[in-house]
């Protein structure tokens, strides 16, 4: 198999790099996914584009379809495509006939797509980019059609292709029958086989006839045994019939012919619709296939943009083999932050290396039309060139060193540095002279930070460190490494230089304390004080996490304080309003109690003959309890005063305010009867009570109002009057009013309704736009009292105005 690699790219046209970040493999990945074999091979072949529009358009393909997926759109019915395109060439030669089994092929396919189209057209406003690509899919309808009535799922003919093919069989049926019947019979009179069994020489049928008894048979020898003991006879009395059964089976193939020049012209006619068919098919299988692939690697469609800024970057391919195992790669957060040249140190199997093969392998993806395996904030732009240098590539045909090859590589992405190149350079400069290294990388970083596109570089050279950190257009970062356990943390820390740590990875590894001791003496005086820095930065750092990490938790503690706070006072705001609602009930239920208990005593009195002023006493009473009731705020139980101490019997006088038991009222003596009776003003109503009943309210005289001493008024003359509490109209108008404003003036009024004993109620809240009638039937929704609701009818307000029932 050629190498995919060297399929020519303009991104990177001899395949390096292509090759050196595995992307190859990749792609092999999406084409695992692929269900035809059209549609692995356009996979397969699949190259990063350097235009942007189209990468932007393979992009928002592939992004609706793995949102389709995700919505459940999916799998696409793809299954059972072939690729037929050999199969149509062969239909349009002159006389061309093709197989059973070929035709089937073709029907299957292009009933593949009917399908396809009709799927997708179901989906059409979650899919509307893949129904375009589907507009490919022609309707065969009537091809498919006619080779499923001649051919079977196995490829064969079916018995009742046409007329003449079922008449012609069933003479064939009938004519073998006869026919094996005469041979059995001949068997049987002479005696002459070794066993009975009729068989097939040539296509006539024949009897085995031993070779002695030759004689007893005249007939043709068609054929011998291998040991000459048996002849295969064909006697001459059926000669005729086998002849006819020949006729027939002519006949069939003839017909059979005939059915499949017919078929093979029909697919024919269609077969350039069919190769449009066939291209639709495989390119929705491909794009299908990216999307299943985007699932898998949980990747996505990075931002277009002119900065490189990868956050939460997974090697996909690491990736999936850690989650084979059970784990998962460790996200890496790569970001130039305006800078040219980003230059990676760290210590060795630090993760500097994966880091790089990250970066240049999600961007081929990128350009490939495949989404990457990063956050979806990240930010990728399209490159001209790609240039990578990974890996020991020492060629020992060639005689040429790793260094050389190592320069080869660079001079290349010298020659095509750009606005809008990328390049990968791993350990540049590494296998040579430390010093004449750094002297040549200086030059190189310095080069490519100029030509203004995006470089990324991974070395050990402590001199590069200080190089980026003062030099414009560079910046430094580094993989973090545990100080305390001394292992690498794979995440990568920008505008901190990691330390190569390779002195505390030998001790970890075990190597002699002896050793590590003279080395670090031999260490010069400056790489040991920028290390001695470094390793200082790195334990800052990891202390810096620990307290970001406190923080985090801190904030996240606090935020959920706050969410419990927020629900525990919802639940009392609920609780109150529910013993808000529970209270107005009791206090109904008190106020019809004391109704029953009044109009009781009226027809007690009614019955005694009482006077007029004590029956009109009574119903003032009752009067008088309904205005307390509804002037005390919601909820509020009426409370009898505490008495303070007393030496002896309180003496009440008129004026004095008191304490009515019966009634749980407080009112002002009004006077006093010699027949111990006590008339008591309780609010505007007066009644008449025993005064032994009474007792002096807390403050009475300091308190009373100096009303009391008004006479109450009389009675009209010409009979008398009960006065009542003057009754809530049941109709509510809050049009012109907030919200808020709306919505208290509701509770108040159906407090009323219900203190009233209505069962229902009207609330006008004008059409308009119909927020205020929503935000009301919302409230009424959750009101305890409301039993239901609906807009008015016919002569009712229509939708103006909203029906409440209560309870």
Known sequence: MPDRAAVPCPVDPDGHARRVLEFSKVLELAASEARSAGGKARLLARVPAAEAERVRVEQELVQEARAGLDAGIGPWPLEGAHDVRPLLRQAELPGASLEAA??????????????????LSSHAESLPRACERAAGLHDHHDLVAAVHKVVNERGELVENASPLLVAIRRQIGEERQALLERLEALQRAADASPDQYVTLRGERYVIPVRTEAARAVRGIVHDRSASGATLFVEPLEVVDANNDL???????????????????????????????????????????ARAQLSQRLRAASPHPGKALCLRDARHPLLDLQLQATGGAAVPVDVDLQGARV?????????????????????????????????????????????????????????????????????????????????????????????????????????????????????????????????????????????????????????????SSNALAIAARIGLDPELLRAAEAERGTLAGELEGALSGLEEERARLAEAREGAEAAVAEARRMREEHARLLAELTARRRTSQAEARREVGQLVAAARARIES?????????????????????????????????????????????????????????????????EGILEELSPDGRARVLLGNAPVSVRASDLQPAVGSRET????????????????????????????LDVRGLERAEALQAVDRFLDHMLMQGSRQAEIVHGKGTGVLRRSIQEHLAGHPDVVGFRLGGHGEG??????????
């Not at 035709?103 to 799927?119: E, M």
């Not at 229509?798 to 309870?807: A, D, K, N, P, Y």
Request: hydrophobic share 40%.
């Open 102 to 119: 070929d035709l089937r092929r073709i029907a299957d396919t292009l009933d593949v797509g009917r399908r396809l189209r009709r799927y």
């Open 246 to 288: 020949q006729r027939l089976r002519d006949a069939e193939r003839r017909e059979i012919e005939r059915l499949l020049r017919e078929l093979t012209r029909a697919v024919a006619a269609e077969a350039e619709t069919a190769r449009a068919t066939q291209d639709a098919l495989e390119e929705l299988d491909d794009l299908h």
């Open 342 to 498: 980003l230059l990676i140190t760290g210590p060795n199997t630090g993760g500097k290396t994966v880091a790089l093969k990250t970066v240049g392998l999600l961007a081929l993806m990128h350009q490939a039309g495949l989404q990457v395996p990063a956050h979806p904030d990240s930010e990728l732009p399209v490159f001209e060139h790609i240039v990578a240098d990974i890996g020991d590539e020492q060629s020992i045909e060639s005689s040429e060193s790793t260094f050389s090859s190592h320069l080869r590589h660079v001079c290349r992405a010298l020659r095509d540095a750009g606005s809008r190149s990328l390049v990968l350079l791993d350990e540049l400069m590494a296998d040579t002279d430390p010093d004449e290294g750094a002297a040549l990388a200086k030059v190189v970083l310095r080069r490519l930070a100029a030509a203004g596109g995006a470089t990324l570089v991974t070395t050990h050279l402590g001199a590069l460190k200080l190089f980026a950190h003062a030099e414009p257009g560079l910046a430094n970062a580094g993989m973090t490494f545990d100080p305390r356990s001394r292992r690498p943390l794979y995440r990568l820390q920008p505008g901190i230089p990691g």
């Open 601 to 665: 005593v009226v027809r007690e009195l009614r019955e005694a003959a009482a006077s007029r002023d004590s029956i009109q006493a009574a119903h003032q009473a009752l009067a008088g309890l309904e205005a307390g009731v509804e002037e005390r705020p919601a909820g509020e139980e009426p409370r009898a005063p505490e008495p303070g101490p007393r030496e002896g019997p309180v003496e009440l006088r008129p004026g004095d305010r008191v304490w009515v038991p019966a009634l749980l009222r």
């Open 704 to 731: 009373a109002s100096p009303e009391a001493e008004r006479p109450s008024p009389a009675p009209p003359a010409g009979g008398f009057t009960v006065p009542e509490s003057e009754p809530i109209p049941a109709r």
């Open 798 to 807: 229509g939708s103006g105005v909203t029906i409440v029932e209560m309870r």
